[in-house]
């Protein structure tokens, strides 16, 4: 089963990428390595998901936003390889989580990508090395952003 056949059987959807006002790539491909730029948690539409975890939201939209930003680095590796079965491995994420000073639980929210990468490729191959950071804020409010690197074929 092909990764975006797996996407669909879950019911899941690539969303749609907000122009970006930053100067940089989001996709680096290096030799076997596909590095990701941050990824901002969007809804599929492409509008943002905000808020403060702590404050604003709750865990479960945590790691719902996570997971968001998880399915939008994957409509930018769509858009650098034209597949996702290109993908042989992740390799590395740090999901930063725009939350309160006394929050604790920056990997919980991060599961949510996590999750998601490791439905797709399997444990052995979806999942890989990780960081989980909190951060008293991140542009334009959004709740959680995430970057990555992938093995590729």
């Excluded at 997971?67 to 999901?95: F, P, T």
Aim: glycine share 12%; charged share 20%.
């Amino acid at each position: 089963m092909t990764i975006e056949e797996k996407l669909a059987q879950a019911g899941l959807t690539l969303p749609v990428l907000p122009t970006s006002k930053g100067i940089y790539k989001r996709c680096l491909i290096d030799g076997k390595h596909l590095f990701v730029s941050g990824h901002i948690s969007v809804n599929n539409d492409g509008s943002t998901i905000t808020g403060k975890l702590g404050k604003d939201l709750n865990e479960e939209q945590g790691k719902m936003a996570a997971k968001q930003c998880g399915l939008a680095i994957l409509a930018s590796i769509k858009n650098e390889l034209g597949s996702l079965d290109k993908v042989k491995r992740v390799i590395k994420i740090l999901g930063m989580v725009n939350a309160t000073v006394d929050y604790e639980k920056h990997p919980i929210v991060i599961n949510g990508c996590s999750e998601l990468f490791a439905h797709l490729w399997g444990d052995e191959n979806g999942i890989g090395v990780r960081s989980a950071v909190g951060m008293g804020s991140l542009p334009n409010n959004v709740a959680v952003e995430i970057e990555a690197m992938f093995e590729i074929y």
